[in-house]
Nanobody, 128 residues
Framework: QVQLVESGGGLVQAGGSLRVSCAAS????????MGWFRQGPGKEREFVAG????????AYADSVKGRFTISRDDAKDTVYLQMKSLKPEDTAVYYC?????????????????????WGLGTQVTVSS
């Protein structure tokens, strides 16, 4: 059973930066796709960023493109989400997810139902 644990969330001022991490246990993350999703107060969960099983493709929601960067360190079984120029509307619980199968396309990376394992989330709050 794969377990994912997010960390690095916190309170940051608008315009600031934050990096959240997701560490895996129970199975290596290597060769499996990873995604970051978020759920803001009163909102549905939405896709933020994804990275393919081999790191060859990344996908981003339009709302974060150019500000957020997803990366992976397979040697550490960890995936990161570097967030810059944060806005109050980025306030949310951020979840990482991985899948049992390997997929590559941006469409697949952005589809939450493709992911089988989810972490419990880390809170990111951006103050204005």
């Amino acid at each position: 059973q794969v377990q994912l644990v997010e960390s690095g969330g916190g309170l940051v001022q608008a315009g600031g930066s934050l990096r959240v991490s997701c560490a895996a246990s129970g199975r290596t993350l290597s060769n499996y796709p990873m995604g970051w999703f978020r759920q803001g107060p009163g909102k549905e969960r939405e896709f933020v960023a994804g990275i393919s099983y081999n790191g060859g493709n990344t996908a981003y929601a339009d709302s974060v493109k150019g500000r957020f960067t997803i990366s992976r360190d397979d040697a550490k079984d960890t995936v990161y989400l570097q967030m810059k120029s944060l806005k109050p509307e980025d306030t949310a619980v951020y979840y990482c997810a991985t899948a049992q199968r390997r997929f590559y396309s941006s469409t697949d990376l952005s589809t939450s139902s493709n992911y089988d394992y989810w972490g419990l989330g880390t809170q990111v709050t951006v103050s204005s």
